[in-house]
């Protein structure tokens, strides 16, 4: 059975900085697009970063150039790393395989002013 499995959420100041992570397991992860995206109180999920079985990587415009959507393919691991963050990016983060509709749990990121 597929599991995602999210964690390193928690309360951050703002321009401070947050790695979350997403343990894979039941899937062939080294083949499998994996995304993260978030969720804020009262607004629709959104995609934050993206990246493909080959590491091409894309991002929402909101977080370019402040966070780095990377996978260790080794430890079936899929990572995001958060610089500068802003109270807007306060939301549930979750990682997902969309094309299979495998989603984790989520991890919640607090970022305050």
């Known amino acids: 059975q597929v599991q995602l499995v999210e964690s390193g959420g928690g309360l951050v100041q703002a321009g401070g900085s947050l790695r979350v992570s997403c343990a894979a397991s039941g899937i062939i992860f080294s083949i499998n697009p994996m995304g993260w995206y978030r969720q804020a109180p009262g607004k629709e999920r959104e995609l934050v970063a993206a990246i493909n079985s080959g590491g091409s990587t894309s991002y929402a415009d909101s977080v370019k150039g402040r966070f780095t959507i990377s996978r260790a393919n080794a430890k079936n691991t899929l990572y995001l790393q958060m610089n500068s963050l802003k109270a807007e990016d306060t939301a549930m983060y979750y990682c997902?395989?969309?094309?299979?509709?495998?989603w984790g749990q989520g991890t919640l990121v607090t970022v305050s002013e």
């Open positions: 997902a395989e969309p094309e299979r509709g495998y």
